[in-house]
């Protein structure tokens, strides 16, 4: 079992910065593949930004390809989403999820957080 917790989000106005942080405890070896999903209200849930264990493997959606950041620090098993120029367009609740496999399915992943909401004002 994995659990993880989010943190960071907020109302910001369009253009801000804010750091999302996603603490996990539990048997994290087990669920290496991490991910950051969001989900606006009345749409689809839709992928964000996945990273492997090593960090070698990173990927991103192209609607935050060069705004958001993913990144890991496996000492504190803790994944951070840099989110940069954001837009009124990435308003959502966001989550961080694991996965044994790194992957954009969100089917794929066994273990969700609660999720923080974020809110980008115009």
């Known amino acids: 079992q994995v659990q993880l917790e989010e943190s960071g989000g907020g109302l910001v106005q369009a253009g801000a910065s804010l750091r999302l942080s996603c603490a996990a405890s539990g048997d994290t070896f087990s669920s290496p593949g991490m991910a950051w999903f969001r989900q606006a209200l009345g749409k689809e849930r839709e992928f964000v930004a996945g990273i492997s264990f090593s960090s070698v493997n990173i990927f991103y959606s192209d609607s935050v390809k060069g705004r958001f950041t993913i990144s890991r620090d496996n000492a504190k098993n803790t994944v951070y989403l840099e989110m940069n120029s954001l837009k009124p367009e990435d308003t959502a609740v966001y989550s961080c999820?694991?996965?044994?496999?790194?992957?954009?399915?969100?089917?794929?992943?066994?273990?969700w957080g609660q999720g923080t909401q974020v809110t980008v004002s115009s």
């Open positions: 999820a694991a996965s044994r496999i790194l992957s954009q399915n969100a089917r794929l992943y066994e273990y």
